[in-house]
């Protein structure tokens, strides 16, 4: 039962307290290289312990369950547990800032070399964050801190993430330049380690579970000569040199210098970054192969000429009724030369003799051989004007005002009742709610507009056809549609095709709502205003889209019988 009771690491062994110790003193002394870790033992310093070999180390501040040797070793390499030597790392590291050896401070790989003495990076220090109350911060986390306290955060972020170090918090970066830079001797975010808990974290300590894999298990800290470093170091500078002269680069003295742990990394970073390959770049991304645009250049092209060659013959038109109303008939301002061989360049067709006289020579009478032929009109040189030309009527403008026309149930969308608000204000209601609200339902309404170009427009808003003259269906400019084809019954055009051929279409629905096929199939623009009170202002961008469509249709159909409308009246 004994032999068992030992076997099973149930009791504590009583020579458990020398493999503490031993563990403990090859630590305090950095001589890493004497700790092996084996499939089935822990050597220390030459002696083999079994690896799950309790010690007087217990967790759950002494309350729990021994803690084996191979457990202590583990979570001490593995730096969940306050060490008793990083306080030396922080004084190393505080003493070369203040001295200004930046040199001597080596961010590498796995380690940060600090005058020559290698520690991990990882290392956590008694400098807690948040002020002394959160987690230790790793040597790589200060120096980093301090390397970059000039820059923002963002920018200290990114350096971060760019070097794999875990980032300090905004309210510890005064804290940390101040007593790196020997400003203050001593910060309230240091906390010894004396006056921790002695086993810090517990559930830290069982999460840490023994490895059996002997190429996990084994570990080795090679120990490392400062001098080797410096010769190294030196060697690799004049490499460098060389290698700048053998490739035709400028010297060493023309050239900026670069810090000695970048230009440490230069090979490395060179050696990964030929295993790189670049797929997008920011010029590639901004240029693309597969879309080309030169179609809508040649678009804007042909619109700038387009609109270059309106304005010149505007320009020229509006020069012609300029010089032709200044000009006025002068009988005295005449071209004499060539004047009537120019109206009379035809008389040869009438047979006529210009150099000859009259029959009987001597005879009083005037009287021709022969009839002789009328001349044409154009032979007959036109008399002076004494009076001026009467002026054109004025034109009767109460039967030219464009007609717009709604549909007569007030059931539909836009109505008598609801018309005008929406096409003078931009506003929508129904008409139901119109109606409610007292207003009166017009049989002729006329809405006043002001165009862009001063001019003012009456529209005439009807909702019924069935007194409308030849004259009144072509002054109709827009007809609102229900959607439904008896709407259109007597009109002068028999259908729904016929009739948006010939006048502005226009469909009004919700947002919200699913527009039919048949009003799909229409030559009809679809208008949309929403339910929502938020979404009132797509009544207004409705009624801006209706009259912007009006004027391009009136312009293009409707030019001849409302051009003395749109440019005369104010």
């Not at 570990?219 to 053998?246: G, N, S, T």
């Amino acid at each position: 039962t004994l032999w068992l009771q030992y076997k099973q690491n149930l009791i504590v062994k009583f020579e458990t307290m020398e493999g503490l110790n031993l563990l403990r003193e090859l630590i305090k002394n950095k001589q890493f290289t004497q700790i092996k870790l084996e499939q089935d033992s822990l050597v220390l310093g030459g002696q083999r312990f079994e690896r799950n070999q309790p010690t007087p180390f217990r967790g759950k501040k002494g309350k729990g369950d021994p803690l084996s040797l191979e457990t202590l070793w583990l979570q001490y390499k593995q730096n969940l547990i306050v060490k008793f030597e990083t306080m030396e790392g922080l004084n190393l590291l505080r003493e070369l800032i203040k001295n200004k050896q930046f040199t001597q401070i080596k961010l590498e790989q796995d380690s940060l070399v600090l005058g020559g003495q290698r520690f991990e990076r990882n290392q956590p220090t008694p400098f807690r964050g948040k002020k002394g109350k959160g987690d230790p911060l790793s040597l790589e986390t200060l120096w980093l801190q301090y390397k970059h306290k000039d820059l923002g955060t963002n920018e200290y972020y990114a350096e971060c993430q760019k070097n794999h170090v875990p980032r300090a918090g905004v309210i510890d970066k005064r804290d940390i330049t101040s007593y790196l830079s020997g400003e203050i001797e001593n910060s309230p975010c240091i906390v010894s380690s004396s006056s921790l808990p002695a086993d810090l974290t517990s559930k830290r300590l069982r999460d840490v579970e023994p490895k059996n894999s002997p190429k996990k298990s084994k570990m080795e800290v090679p120990e490392y000569d400062p001098e080797e470093l410096r010769a190294d170091q030196k060697r690799f500078e004049e490499h460098l040199l060389r290698h700048r002269v053998a490739n035709g680069d400028e010297s060493a003295e023309q050239r900026p210098q670069k810090s000695v742990f970048i230009r440490a990394d230069e090979g490395i970073t060179r050696s990964i970054t030929s295993k790189e390959r670049v797929l997008h770049n920011r010029i590639s991304i901004l240029r693309s192969k597969k879309k080309h645009f030169t179609n809508i250049i040649d678009l804007v092209n042909s619109e700038q000429k387009k609109t270059e060659q309106k304005k010149r013959e505007a320009q020229k038109l509006q020069q012609q009724q300029k010089t032709k109303q200044n000009q006025h008939y002068d009988r005295y301002d005449q071209k004499v030369d060539g004047f009537w061989q120019d109206k009379t360049k035809d008389v040869a067709d009438f047979q006529i003799d210009t150099s000859g006289g009259f029959i009987n020579d001597g005879a009083s009478s005037a009287v021709p051989s022969k009839p002789q032929p009328v001349p044409p009109k154009e032979l007959v040189r036109p008399k002076t004007p004494t009076q001026p030309s009467p002026r054109p009527k004025p034109v009767d403008k109460s039967n030219v005002y464009p007609i717009i026309i709604v549909p007569a149930s007030v059931t539909s969308m836009i109505s008598m009742y609801n018309v005008e608000a929406f096409l003078t204000k931009g506003e929508f209601e129904t008409s139901a709610e119109r109606k409610a609200a007292g207003t009166q339902k017009e049989n002729n309404l006329f809405i006043s507009r002001k165009l862009n170009s001063g001019a003012t427009v009456k529209y005439q808003v009807v909702d019924t056809t069935t007194k409308f003259s030849s004259n009144d269906w072509k002054r109709v400019v827009a007809v609102f549609t229900s959607g439904a084809v008896w709407q259109f019954k007597g009109w002068l055009w028999s259908t729904p095709v016929e009739v948006f051929s010939n006048v502005k279409g226009f469909y009004l629905c919700y947002d919200d709502d699913k527009v039919g096929d048949t009003i799909k199939s229409w030559d009809v623009k679809i208008l949309t205003v929403s339910r929502v009170k938020t979404k009132k202002h797509l009544a207004s961008t409705a009624s801006m889209h209706f009259w912007n469509d009006v004027d391009a249709f009136v312009r293009a159909k409707k030019g001849d019988i409302f051009a003395p409308l749109y440019s005369s009246e104010k």
